[in-house]
Structures are given as structure tokens and as C-alpha cells.
Nanobody
Framework: QVQLTESGGGLVQAGGSLRLSCAAS????????MAWFRQAPGKERELTAA????????YYADSVKGRFTISRDNAKTTVYLQMNSLKPEDTAVYYC???????????????????WGQGTQVTVSS
């Protein structure tokens, strides 16, 4: 079992930056694929960034490529999402998720992730 806790959300102006953190407890991330999803009001939860279980392969949604970066610390207990050049359409609740799947690429399906944090709100004003 792994417990995930997100932090770092808040209100920021368009063009600004935020860094989200996802702290793990229970066991390290070392053998988990990790991802950040987001869900805006009235929309489905969507994958924004992820890395495979061995951290070799990364995935970014087209809407965030070049602006968001997923990473983890060397102790493998925290995953980050650095968000730059934020846009109003990035406004959403952001969720950290973990998957035990050992695939070549990062899992991109919602159902592949069995562990979820409670979410952190990101609001980008225009």
C-alpha cells in the first residue's frame, strides 16, 4: 500500500508558475509508475504527465508539452510537477496517482492507476 498526498496548488496569474508535490508514505515510489492527472469542472479526469515504473519513459499530454515537467527526488519519496507558463485552461484539481504496472511506456489509462491522492486545486486567473 502507498498513500499519496499532494500539495503546492493555489491561485496564480496566467504566465506564472507553480510546483506541485506528491509525497508518498507506506513505501517508496521506486517500482511504481507515477502520474499527474487533472480534472476541471464538468470535464473528465485527464492525464497530464507520467513516467514509467523504471522512470525511463515519460509521457506528456499535448496541451502541457514544453510547459510542464514531471520529476521525482533521489530518495524516491516525492514526485513533482513543475508547471510553467500557466494558462487559464490549466485550472483544475490536480491528482497524483501511482500504478504497479510494469510497461515499457508510462501507463496512460485512468484504470491503470490504483493509488490516488486527494487532489490539490490549481486556479489560473487571466
Amino acid at each position: 500500500q502507498v498513500q499519496l498526498t499532494e500539495s503546492g496548488g493555489g491561485l496564480v496569474q496566467a504566465g506564472g508558475s507553480l510546483r506541485l508535490s506528491c509525497a508518498a508514505s507506506g513505501r517508496p515510489f521506486s517500482n511504481y509508475a507515477m502520474a499527474w492527472f487533472r480534472q476541471a469542472p464538468g470535464k473528465e479526469r485527464e492525464l497530464t504527465a507520467a513516467y514509467s515504473w523504471n522512470a525511463v519513459n515519460l509521457y506528456y499530454a499535448d496541451s502541457v508539452k514544453g510547459r510542464f515537467t514531471i520529476s521525482r527526488d533521489n530518495a524516491k519519496t516525492t514526485v513533482y510537477l513543475q508547471m510553467n507558463s500557466l494558462k487559464p485552461e490549466d485550472t483544475a484539481v490536480y491528482y497524483c496517482a501511482a500504478s504497479t504496472l510494469r510497461t515499457v511506456g508510462a501507463p496512460t489509462n485512468f484504470g491503470a492507476y490504483g493509488y490516488w491522492g486527494q487532489g490539490t486545486q490549481v486556479t489560473v486567473s487571466s
